[in-house]
């Protein structure tokens, strides 16, 4: 059981840039999402996706898009990288909605980010 | 957005002291999650509280759901050197009247050290 895969771990990016930081669950899990993690600060989420076909915007979304055309994968894109968005990304899924109880939320291992 | 003030930012302590941590918000949740984070790992759920008042033990570990609901704590009883890391607590509004959920809101997280 691979849980939640990311992909790469690591990537240097020059500005302006565009890369797609890829996730995928094989727990067939309806919601999933990405955070950025930044020295200091909690996660913040960027984007997220209750299922297949449907996604939104979380609290930092500028500068990034998602997309989700199978339960499976949830890539993110950087349309035109910017050393502000040098960062540690997570990927995240769930069966359910995240709060109904019993419902655990589990995270990928990372990906890191650096923009010169 | 909604805020989460977490603190301590970190701590030192000797193994088999008790540790206690917490989060306030501005705002209101309606559940409560906290997470240990490893270097280089992704974070890992450790407790989830969904009522208003709720204390919850895993091991160790015990949390409480604030009766405001605008707080949480964690305790760790007898800390060990494995409790080494960062602790995130995280707060959740799930938009039941919508049907969609706007993510976790994270804590800056409080930095474990454990002197043996």
């Known amino acids: 059981n691979a849980g939640v895969t990311q992909t790469p771990k690591f990537q240097v990016l020059k500005t302006g840039q565009s890369m797609t930081l890829q996730c995928a669950q094989d727990m067939n899990h309806e919601y999933m999402s990405w955070y950025r993690q930044d020295p200091g600060m909690g996660l913040r989420l960027i984007h997220y996706?209750?299922?297949?076909?449907?996604?939104d915007q979380g609290e930092v979304p500028n500068g990034y898009n998602v997309s989700r055309s199978t339960t499976e994968d949830f890539p993110l894109r950087l349309l035109s990288a910017a050393p502000s968005q040098t960062s540690v990304y997570f990927c995240?899924?769930?069966?359910?909605?995240?709060?109904?109880?019993?419902?655990?939320?589990?995270f990928g291992e990372g990906s890191w980010l650096t923009v010169v | 957005g909604q805020q989460l003030n977490q603190s301590p930012q970190s701590m030192f302590i000797q193994e088999g002291e008790d540790v206690s941590m917490n989060c306030t918000s501005s705002?209101?949740?309606?559940?409560w999650l906290w997470y240990k984070q490893d270097p280089g790992e992704g974070p890992v759920l450790l407790i989830a509280l969904y009522k208003a008042g709720e204390l919850t033990s895993n091991g160790r570990l015990t949390a409480q759901f604030g009766i405001t609901r605008k707080d949480s704590f964690l305790n760790i009883s007898a800390s060990i050197p494995s409790d080494v890391g960062i602790y995130f607590c995280?707060?959740?509004?799930?938009?039941?009247?919508?049907?969609?959920?706007?993510?976790?809101?994270f804590g800056k997280g409080t930095h474990l050290i454990i002197q043996p």
């Open positions: 995240a899924s769930s069966y359910m909605i995240p709060g109904t109880a019993g419902n655990t939320i589990y």
């Open positions: 996706s209750v299922g297949a076909g449907i996604t």
């Open positions: 995280a707060g959740l509004n799930v938009m039941y009247s919508g049907g969609g959920a706007d993510g976790l809101t």
């Open positions: 705002s209101i949740f309606n559940t």
